[in-house]
């Protein structure tokens, strides 16, 4: 089959113009929402950003330990609030008094 450049260079152009799309559709898909100026995080970025399981996140939720926000129906954390709560998750522990006192 013989293609002649006129032909190649429109099926180029095409693939070009959908390999931009898609690019602009990955592109918004990574974009962080953001509210106040603030990134926002989903359940997916916690979990991975933190090793810990949903169940564990759910529970931190539950508790009030690790404040968080509803947008249509999907939960986000403050990048702020996820800090504020390891900070206070990794506070130094109170030295034992002595036994011999």
Do not use: C
Not at 5 to 33: P, S, Y
Not at 40 to 69: E, F, T, V, W
């Amino acid at each position: 089959m013989n293609v002649d450049r006129m032909e190649f260079m429109a099926w180029m152009e095409r693939i070009m113009e959908r390999f931009d799309i898609l690019m602009e559709l990955v592109t918004v898909k990574n974009q962080h929402t953001a509210i106040d100026g603030e990134e926002l995080l989903d359940n997916q970025d916690i979990l991975q950003m933190l090793k810990i399981s949903a169940r564990s996140l759910q529970r931190y939720r539950s508790s009030g330990k690790l404040p968080y926000y509803t947008i249509s129906g999907k939960i986000y954390y403050k990048l702020s609030d996820i800090h504020q709560f390891v900070r206070e998750s990794f506070k130094t522990p109170i030295s034992k008094k002595k036994a011999n006192g």
